[in-house]
């Protein structure tokens, strides 16, 4: 005897709100990638071959779905981030196009912050890190200009005492950022020269 399996198996309910969180989100998506389109001057179609060329091609169709937000509030991570690459734009610009000064954004259901607070929200201690690994190459960059000025044989002596002051210090300053790196890297990657998340 045969049984209907659609009345064994539960359909889970859909909540409302999450419903709403989730269109309003990938229209904001939709929006900015039209947006971001238009500045470029491009069609759907250019649009579409653009993607095709990095590797993950989005059908024009899908493109003009993703735009007009007519796909149920379903956004693939991977349509987010190829979009992305095709505009010329960070991806976390197409979830809070208003950055830095306009817009707010749902992050997530009922809490609502302003573009500069969702990006930092969305980059969260990444961000910390990409800014202490700038400081680092900046840092890095000051004292090998010092040490070239130093050793150049234009300098006069006087002057190379003085830059050997500036280049202790800037020494101490460089360990100290290389240090916040490694500090930053542990506290997300669990270890300091961890690229990326376990494989395990």
Do not use: C
């Not at 990938?26 to 990095?54: F, I, M, N, P, S």
């Not at 969702?118 to 700038?134: D, M, R, Y």
């Not at 050793?151 to 500036?166: G, I, N």
């Amino acid at each position: 005897m045969r049984t209907n399996m659609s009345q064994d198996v539960a359909l889970p309910k859909i909540d409302k709100g999450a419903k709403a969180w989730e269109l309003t989100l990938a229209k904001t998506v939709g929006d900015a990638v039209q947006k971001r389109r238009k500045a470029l001057g491009w069609t759907g179609v250019q649009l579409a071959e653009r993607t095709a060329e990095l590797g993950y091609p989005i059908t024009r169709v899908a493109i003009s779905k993703i735009e007009g937000n007519s796909r149920a509030g379903k956004l693939d991570i991977a349509e987010v981030l190829i979009l992305a690459a095709a505009l010329d734009i960070a991806p976390v610009l197409l979830l809070a196009p208003g950055f830095p000064n306009e817009g707010h954004v749902e992050a997530q259901p009922g809490h609502t912050v302003d573009s500069r607070q969702a990006v930092k929200l969305f980059s969260g201690l990444g961000a910390e890190l990409i800014e202490a690994q700038a400081l680092a190459e900046e840092g890095e960059r000051r004292l090998s200009h010092l040490r070239e000025i130093a050793a150049s044989p234009d300098t006069t002596s006087e002057h190379r005492k003085l830059l050997t002051s500036d280049i202790k210090y800037s020494e101490r300053t460089v360990q100290t950022l290389r240090d916040d790196v490694a500090r930053k890297k542990r506290e997300l990657w669990g270890e300091t020269d961890s690229k990326g998340p376990a494989d395990e």
